[in-house]
């Protein structure tokens, strides 16, 4: 490959931006949000901004492990080196296990989401239809899958965009009656379920945040990294955080914020009183969309990951086959059974299963960027001894870890303060103490990796470049469709 071929392959930093927020926006939004408001009240707005300076110090913390030490691996790698392999093995496997409870997260939200039309048809069956659809389509191509995405990448910034220009005209202007304006969060108190509610709100939070792996995982292909990566995190930060912050202000702003559950979007909800044409439809559907394209892309990386277990030897060699396409088809198929198991939940707990899937989800994210946190703080001065001309991008060193990882560590345990997350809590704890359990049990098996992490390393490598290909192929479609949408048409 020419010098110019490998430079027009790599990500730009739009490129990268892209991918990053296209990861981040999911259900943990266009859903959670309406949960969170009801647990904490006008403060939800605290938390939300709250956990976009965490997600900005845990991106940098990855971003810095990433420069300083380029693996073609993800956090696992980073973990197994500063921990052990006991520890990359349950990171990794905890990893596997928080994808499935997101797939059935966004599974959940998307039956939430198509129930506005057909109520009649329960939501076990709806999670099935996706679940079998998304399957087929994984099984596929991954240059197919890569298309899929990169149409609905941007779907998910429209919607909040759209929201947000349409929640001012609402808010402020009389447009379709009285504009409420600062009413409905100035006659209320900010910590309106007191300061319980509000912890209790931060792990659901935390999860509308969770999914920035990527960054780590795509460092590699970007150009000029040591320039680009330190954009990519903060126009990641901010630009995730303010969508977050000010679609959820004017949430607050349209209705009470006793109006708002997790039985519909609060997105769609919010709109449904000015009774405009097809707006609450239009918004539902690309909402819709935008959930299936998350756990579309969590079906993937998730059954890639079993892939690279198995590779590994950390997983049964069953799991290590793939197709003449580079699809893991046996790792996929195992791991998507779960979302039947998840189908059969629902249908005994329709009001809770998003509560608990979410939960128990968020509480998992929560040990893997704890991890970061800590890896980075450990690893952090040998890595530099090595690369003597590296500037530094992430701030306060070694302080904002341990304020950063104190605070995660609050959010795990917040958990616990709402009685209706005590299930997720528990759930949470029981897969982490069984996959401890399970590594401590098989660990003589694994004795011809305990040499380490540059096994690790290695046996990481094609699993993470045939995820980077369609991810990089999903960000450069992504810009090149926007560039084309930008770019005056010529007139005659």
Known sequence: MTSVQNKSSKMSAFSLTMLAIGSIIGAGMFLGVGLTIKLSGPSIILAYALMGILMYFNLSFLAELSLLDPEKGSFQTYAAKAFGPGVGFVIGWLYWISGILVMSSEATAAAIFSALWLPGIPLWAFMLIYSVVLTVVNLADPRGFGKLESGLAIIKVIALIGFILLGIGLAFFPLFGTAPGWHNISNTPFFAQGLSGFAGSLLLVFYAYSGTSVVGLAISESSDPEKT????????????????????????????????????????????????????????????????????????????????????????????????????????????????????????????????????SGLLSLVNVLTISLAHWRLRPKLLEKRHGHKTHVLGYPTSNFIVTAIFVGVFFSAFAIPDQRASFFLGLGLIAVTAGVYFLVRHKLGAKSEGPKNMAEHHTPTSENSLHTLKHLAQETEKRISEGLRPKNRS
């Open 229 to 360: 990566v330190p954009k990519v995190v903060l126009s990641t930060s901010g630009i995730v955080t303010s969508f977050y912050v000010i679609s959820v202000l004017f949430l607050l702003l349209l209705h009470p914020w006793t109006t708002y559950n997790a039985s519909t979007s609060p997105y769609v909800s919010a709109l449904l009183p000015y009774k405009i044409p097809i707006v609450q439809s239009l918004m539902n559907f690309v909402i819709l969309t935008a959930t299936l394209s998350a756990m579309s892309a969590s079906m993937y990386g998730t059954s890639r990951m079993l892939n690279a277990l198995a590779q590994q030897k950390e997983a049964p060699n069953f799991f290590n086959k793939v197709t003449p396409k580079a699809v893991p088809r046996r790792a996929l198929l195992f791991t998507n059974t779960f979302l039947v198991a998840i189908a059969f939940l629902s249908y005994i707990i329709p009001n809770k299963i998003y509560l608990l899937v979410t939960g128990a």
